[in-house]
T-cell receptor, first 116, second 116 residues
Framework: SQELEQSPQSLIVQEGKNLTINCTSSKTLYGLYWYKQKYGEGLIFLMMLQKGGEEKSHEKITAKLDEKKQQSSLHITASQPSHAGIYLCGAGLLPYSGGGADGLTFGKGTHLIIQP | GAVVSQHPSRVICKSGTSVKIECRSLDFQATTMFWYRQFPKQSLMLMATSNEGSKATYEQGVEKDKFLINHASLTLSTLTVTSAHPEDSSFYIC????????????FGPGTRLTVT
C-alpha cells in the first residue's frame, strides 16, 4: 500500500490562480520534504518541515505540516509558468535517531500544469 | 552549501555490461548516502542505504549482487549496475546526509541510465 498519498495526481491551473497540493499518511511523518522535479531531471529542494503545526514560506510557496504530523499541504499563490512541474513529497517514517538518517518514502507526485 | 553531484548525468550501455554511477558531496561530509530509482511517471523508490566504511543496506526486492554499492570515503558513494538489462533502464538519484547534522537529505541531479 502507498504510504504517502498525494493529491491531486495532476492539476491544471490558470496562470495567476492559487493552488494546493496535499500529502497524507496514516503514519507519523518525521521530516517532511517537498521537492519539485522536471521530468527526467533531479529534485529541487523546496522546504522541509519537522514540527507539528510548522509552516514555512519561500517566495510564493507555503508548506504546512499538521499538528498530528500526518498531513502536509503545499500552497502556491498567484501561480506562474515557472511553477509548472512535478511536486513530490517525501518523508521519513521513522523517528530521527540522531546518529544517522533513514531513506525517505515518496509520494507519487503531483503534475502541475500552468495555463497562460 | 550542501551540494551533491552525480556522474555521469546520462549513460547508455549495452545489455550485459556494467556501469558505475558516482555520487559526491561537494562541500560536506556524508556518513550516509542513499540511492533511489525512479521509473517513468513513478515515484522515487529507495534502493539502498550506503554507509561509509561498512556494507550497504538494501531494501527488500533489490538485488545486492546486481547493484553494488561502495562508500569508500565520506564524500563519495558509487553504484555499479552489473550485467545491466533493459529493465534496469531508469533514473537513479542519490542523496546525502550531513555527518553530525540534522535529518536533512540533499539530492543529486540524477543519472539517466539506458540499457540497449
Amino acid at each position: 500500500s502507498q504510504e504517502l498519498e498525494q493529491s491531486p495526481q495532476s492539476l491544471i491551473v490558470q496562470e495567476g490562480k492559487n493552488l494546493t497540493i496535499n500529502c497524507t499518511s496514516s503514519k507519523t511523518l518525521y521530516g517532511l520534504y517537498w521537492y519539485k522535479q522536471k521530468y527526467g531531471e533531479g529534485l529541487i529542494f523546496l522546504m522541509m518541515l519537522q514540527k507539528g503545526g510548522e509552516e514555512k514560506s519561500h517566495e510564493k510557496i507555503t508548506a504546512k505540516l499538521d499538528e498530528k504530523k500526518q498531513q502536509s499541504s503545499l500552497h502556491i499563490t498567484a501561480s506562474q509558468p515557472s511553477h509548472a512541474g512535478i511536486y513530490l513529497c517525501g518523508a521519513g517514517l521513522l523517528p530521527y535517531s540522531g546518529g544517522g538518517a533513514d531513506g525517505l518514502t515518496f509520494g507519487k507526485g503531483t503534475h502541475l500544469i500552468i495555463q497562460p | 552549501g550542501a551540494v551533491v553531484s552525480q556522474h555521469p548525468s546520462r549513460v547508455i550501455c549495452k545489455s550485459g555490461t556494467s556501469v558505475k554511477i558516482e555520487c559526491r558531496s561537494l562541500d560536506f561530509q556524508a556518513t550516509t548516502m542513499f540511492w533511489y530509482r525512479q521509473f517513468p511517471k513513478q515515484s522515487l523508490m529507495l534502493m539502498a542505504t550506503s554507509n561509509e566504511g561498512s556494507k550497504a543496506t538494501y531494501e527488500q526486492g533489490v538485488e545486492k549482487d546486481k547493484f553494488l554499492i561502495n562508500h569508500a570515503s565520506l564524500t563519495l558513494s558509487t553504484l555499479t549496475v552489473t550485467s545491466a538489462h533493459p529493465e534496469d533502464s531508469s533514473f537513479y538519484i542519490c542523496s546525502a546526509h550531513i555527518s553530525g547534522g540534522g535529518s536533512e537529505q540533499y539530492f543529486g541531479p540524477g543519472t539517466r541510465l539506458t540499457v540497449t
